[in-house]
């Protein structure tokens, strides 16, 4: 194993290895459906020529998109460059020592010896073992064997570009949250912080509804909420890669006094409205309608609409 998430990919360095043989990526926006081997024909050869170009590997004289001698001598130069054996094409060798020798098993005593192995197979590039990436550098995003699992599917998964941060924001705090505002990231995992701003604000996303995608694609989120995306200051460390991060958002401060409450007593509905539940003097519980404001060391600003709140009231936390 040579890479994990969030480690950049660049052209023809060993990923993963498996069986001894190397995994690497090549640029190219057609996928590695097949294996490419001598005398194959098609724009996939002619990507494949061209990335060993890019590599300082000549293909001349081979026509483009043919897998001639110069293609071959190229991939023995890329496997020697990686370290490793080039993998030749034992079918073809094994198809060319029959043909030689079909002709003395029916007593004809001019054909040909067969010729060794070494003379007639040929380099190629299994398709196990390259996989074309339309942009490099590409990055990691994961990994999903360790040492000694057998390969039963993808070994390694990439993406283009840079890595993004997305958040899941309480509706009720919506109105809080504009692009450009300060943010802090931090991974509790790993210990690493970061600064950014704001980019966007979404809109509200209600996991299982049908229409936003489920709880799977809603990174685990159970309720409504507000996609959020950080800009970072500079390009995100790879030690946030794939880790559950905290997010915080320097909104405002207020001016004077305000009322609160405390952010475990605050609701928010799929129809978006924020409320919190007041307790009367004989036990009776009311729903007031409030508007969110600054929050601070867990309690909320709320500013009530249709009155119905005061200070010195009871209100349910924990709901």
Known sequence: ?????????????????????????????????????????????????????????????????????GTERAVTA??????????????????DDSSATDGAADGDTTA?????????????VPSSEAVFV?????????????????????????????????????????????????AEVLSEATGAHAAGTVESVGTLVTPGDGKSGDTASSGGATGP?????IRPAKSWSTRFAGQDVRITITAAATSGRVLAVPEAAMSSGADTRTTVTVVDGAGRQ????????VS????????????????????VVGR
């Open 1 to 69: 194993m040579f890479t994990r998430p969030g480690r950049t990919v660049r052209a023809a360095r060993a990923l993963v290895e498996y069986s001894e043989r190397p995994v690497f990526a090549l640029p190219g926006a057609l996928p590695m459906y097949r294996d490419l081997t001598f005398g194959e024909q098609g724009k996939d050869v002619a990507q494949l020529q061209a990335a060993l170009r890019s590599l300082g590997h000549s293909t001349r004289p081979d026509t483009e998109g043919v897998f001639g001698a």
């Open 78 to 95: 890329l496997y020697g460059a990686l370290g490793y054996p080039v993998p030749v094409d034992a079918a073809a060798a094994a198809a």
């Open 112 to 124: 040909k010896p067969a010729k060794p192995a070494a003379e007639t197979a040929h380099a190629m």
């Open 134 to 182: 339309p942009a490099l550098p590409a990055r990691v995003v994961s990994v999903p064997v360790r040492v000694g699992d057998a390969v039963k599917g993808p070994v390694i998964t990439l993406a283009r570009g840079g890595m993004t941060l997305t958040g899941m924001l309480d509706p009720a705090q919506g109105g809080l949250v504009t692009p450009g505002l300060k």
């Open 225 to 229: 909420y507000l996609p959020l995306t």
């Open 286 to 293: 009311r729903t007031v309608q409030v508007e969110a404001g």
């Open 296 to 315: 601070a060391d867990g309690m909320v600003q709320v500013t009530p609409l249709h009155g119905g709140l005061a200070a010195g009231d009871d209100v």
